[in-house]
């Protein structure tokens, strides 16, 4: 069904490159056992070999050593992994206090609130207009019974970059652990372990044309964090279970077709909707000009609606996210949009457009012109906005 | 395309009837507002004599629900007589529409609750009132079946979310079965809050949760 459509949710999911399909399939068909021991069978062994090779180049990527980097089901599991592991690890033996920010993802901030039910205090810092957390305000709040900082590399909404080195940096001269979710900005925003003091980094491989289902956590050597997932001993003994081997091949093969100059190309896609979708009256960037995720454009419409504009824009053949409270799952407004201090309405009519491998540079003026249009006729019904 | 939205909601969410302003109406009303999301605007020309709605026209500010529920309303009362239109209920406008997704009740609500606002603006400008009544808990508790339980589509007194109801000196308690980190209490204590405020002697609006 997705032929002619023009597809801007890349930060929801994208299209499966068909190099990794391609990488993936001997996997499925061939080499299909399970990972062994050196001492097992040769398919077995192959199998091993080969998700060891994936683990190397991902692992690789970060500046990371190979058993720094375990395989999960996706950031969502990174992410819970990071802070329950280290919760469940030092929470009896150095405190219980966890600082992360307000506009974090889901899985971070969901996984901060249930910790929170088991007794755990936890900070959730603020952010500026651009959604960049104060780092004094950090300072400040570090205890001795802090055990983790987890700050978002980028923002899942509007984009907006962290900065992950000074923020390590502080969590180091602190003696305490940092997480980072890199979700939106792995292989989009350089992050290398060797130069950024950071512990745990949450990345997935559905959103770099890599398979759905497999992401993965660093964990820096000596980090301490309770074993995940009980059973086997897989996973440098943190969570068991058979891997998925087809998605580590796939994930490896995904970070391989990453290129700078890709990302280059985004970022000009990017730069140009900005500034076409900026011509529209009572419109307004979300999150900072220039430290964002090189794919993301985020723009609030003044006295329109999110879903309305979504289902036009469908109809028209786009597809594009809303931080709309009409279309989330809870009725809820955007928790990033009211965290950068914008206001119920803002959120509502805030739309999020993210480019991929597979965009054109002419999906630019074809999505520019046609949210022209559609704000157009909904402020034309819209009871807002007229003298 | 598998929307959740029926064909005849998507037909008037694409072509919504009698939209636009009455430049010199005989009545109008405002629901809902733009921090609630939706927010509907409803015009009325009355025929004094006879009492009927002889033209009706609405702007909406919201989600598609919303803007079809304000196009099918709007045909719906044209032509009827005040007393008609008064009786236009949320299940008719959804019945004609083919049907609404539960989790949007609330936003279509909000359109038929703006015809009924718009009547009775109509009839507080011509003297059609009756003596302003003090809020009492069947009050509150009338005005919280427009009050929808996103879980179901029905409201929330119907679906015994509502725990207690308490009236002291201006101030409505009103407590919720549910525990207070659930997916819909923000938005359950918003929609009671936005029908309880405007009441004329109430100054304020508590909302708790049981857990």
């Known amino acids: 069904m997705i032929g002619e459509f023009i597809y801007l949710d890349n930060a929801a999911a994208t299209r499966l490159d068909e190099r990794v399909l391609e990488a993936m399939k001997p996997y499925f068909l061939e080499t299909y056992a399970v990972a062994t021991s050196q001492f097992g069978y040769s398919p077995g062994i192959e199998a091993k070999d080969a998700l060891d090779a994936a683990r190397a180049t991902i692992a690789g990527v970060l500046g990371a050593e190979s058993e720094e980097f375990i395989f999960t089901s996706g950031s969502t599991e990174s992410s819970n992994m990071a802070l329950k592991g280290v919760a469940m690890a030092l929470g009896e033996k150095k405190g219980k206090h966890i600082i992360t920010s307000k506009i974090e993802d889901f899985p971070v901030l969901h996984s901060a609130r249930a910790l929170e039910k088991q007794g755990f205090r936890v900070t959730y810092l603020d952010v500026d207009e651009y959604g960049r957390v104060n780092l004094d305000q950090l300072r400040e709040t570090i205890t001795p019974e802090t055990i983790l900082v987890s700050i978002q590399a980028a923002n899942q909404e509007i984009g907006t970059l962290q900065d992950v080195a000074a923020i390590g940096a502080i969590c180091r001269e602190h003696g305490v652990l940092f997480h980072t979710d890199a979700t939106h900005s792995f292989l989009r925003v350089p992050l290398d372990m060797r130069e950024v003091p950071v512990d745990l980094v949450t990345v997935t491989a559905h959103l770099i044309h890599g398979p759905k289902g497999i992401g993965g956590l660093y964990v820096r050597k000596g980090t301490p964090l309770a074993k995940w997932m009980d059973g086997g001993f897989q996973e440098i003994n943190l969570r068991a279970g058979e891997e998925n081997i087809p998605g580590a091949i796939g994930f490896a093969k995904a970070v391989e077709l990453v290129t700078p100059e890709e990302t280059a190309r985004l970022q000009n896609m990017r730069d140009r909707l900005i500034e076409r979708l900026l011509q529209i009256p009572h419109s307004r960037l979300n999150g900072h000009p220039t430290l964002r995720l090189p794919h993301n454009t985020n723009i609030s419409f003044r006295f329109v609606e999110g879903e309305s504009i979504l289902l036009h824009l469908d109809m028209r053949g786009f597809a594009v996210s809303t931080g709309s409270a009409c279309f989330s799952r809870s009725l809820e407004a955007s928790h990033v949009i009211l965290g950068i201090g914008g206001n119920h309405e803002r959120a509502h009519g805030s739309v999020r457009f993210t480019f991929g491998r597979f965009n054109k540079p002419e999906d630019v003026d074809a999505v520019a012109e046609a949210i022209a249009e559609v704000i157009e006729n909904l402020r034309a019904i819209s009871p807002l906005g007229k003298e | ?211």
């Open chain 2, 1 to 211: 395309m598998p929307l959740p939205y029926s064909e005849t909601v998507m037909e008037h969410f694409r072509h919504p009837r009698n939209v636009g302003r009455i430049d010199d109406p005989d009545a109008k009303a405002v629901e809902g507002s733009p921090a609630c999301g939706d927010m509907v605007a409803v015009y009325l020309k009355v025929d004094p004599g006879d009492q009927r709605i002889t033209d009706i026209k609405f702007e909406s500010y919201g989600c598609a629900s919303n803007i079809a529920t304000g196009s099918i309303i709007t045909e719906l009362a044209k032509g009827k007589t005040l007393e008609e239109a008064k009786q236009i209920t949320w299940k008719e406008a959804s019945e004609a529409l083919g049907g609404l997704p539960p989790i949007k009740t609330h936003c279509s609500v909000l359109a038929v609750d703006g015809l009924r606002a718009a009547i009775q603006n109509y009839e507080e400008r011509h003297g059609l009132v009756k003596e302003r009544v003090p809020t009492t808990v069947e009050v509150v508790n009338k005005r919280l079946k427009h009050v929808m339980n996103p879980m179901t589509g029905l409201d929330v007194v119907r679906t015994k979310l509502v725990k207690e109801v308490e009236i002291s000196g201006g101030t409505v308690r009103v407590v919720i079965d549910l525990p207070a980190d659930h997916q819909f209490a923000a938005n359950i204590r918003e929609e009671i809050t936005d029908k309880i405020e405007p009441l004329w002697d109430v100054d304020r609006v508590i909302v708790e949760f049981t857990e």
